[in-house]
């Protein structure tokens, strides 16, 4: 109960003023914020620290240390996406939030407890978190914008766009026209206001390149900042066809990825079709290659074969080995002939045969026997 009671109380910044440092840190959705809070001369670890929000014109602490310690060098606590540190050796609170979102944006303050129950400042700041998108041209572009302050509800809200002089109105809902959803239409961009669930719509059709730009969702009357958006639309190259450009007028498409992703994306695709390609074609080429070695080398073996090893031509050795016949009987004797691979025609034959074994000479054919005998 102490706590609530004290959530309804509003900072005190008695002797502070100088000490307390406004500030604005913008970041993307989806990042992380941290920021370091020194301790004022009126402070020490022995006093809670806490991170508060600003809601409806009330503070709310969203996460504070637990009670300190003498000999504790370090007090942390963490509640969601939010993590307060405390440092007394150094005299420095530390915020971290994780995951940011275009809700997130508002005005936060590092504060610590005092003795009598007030919550005092130490750093004040202004988060604006803003969403990033990059888009095609001809694609479409859905934006919501949640507002949490209650009094919101019933302010006109616009559509603007960032320029050097200012921001200029796109389109703005008319809030005496519909009480809880009103709609207006300029050009390729709508605004579409639901008051109960405290959401601004945003619709921009057939983007063009020129579209590229910082745009704001504010009150219409002071120019209040309910979210930022920085939309950047890429041209599509000539010849180039992207799946779902045709049908992306009718139904908002998604985060498209940036260009250069893709540009860089097809670059290293390229590169390693073509270093495959090249190995393939050296691979082919390479087989091809000892393909036909290895056909010629079997084609000159052939024709070796053929010329040196006539069927019906036969040399004889010029070394001849004589042997005796086991058989001492008879009269036999024999020699082993070693056969040339080459003949000439006109080289005589020699073998040792009986006169019983001899031929007759056919006729036409001139054949001429002889015995030989060797000592």
Known sequence: MELRVLLLLPLCFPGLQAQT???EESRS????????CPYTAQANYQQKKAWSRMRDNKWEVLVETN???KYTH???ATKGEVTIEDNPMHRTVSITMTNLQAEDSGTY?????SYSNWYLPLKMITLNVFKELHKWELDSLSVQCPYTTRGYGTETKAWCRRGQTGCKVMVRTDHTSTWHNSKALEDRTSIQDDTQQRTVTITMQKLQAKDTSVYWCVLYRDFTRIMEVRLSVSKILAGTTLSGTAGASQTPSGNTPAPSSNVNTFILLFGVLSILFILALITSITLYIRRRKQLKRRGTRQADDTYDKPEDIAQLDSTERMESPKDDSKDLKYVTLNFKSRLSPEDPLYCNVAPSQT???PKNENVEYAIIAFK
């Open 29 to 36: 959705e989806g990042s992380t914020l941290y920021i370091q």
């Open 67 to 69: 009670n300190p310690t």
């Open 74 to 76: 370090t007090i942390w």
């Open 359 to 361: 031929h007759r000479k």
């Open 21 to 23: 440092h406004d500030s």
């Open 109 to 113: 303050s590092c504060v610590y407890r």
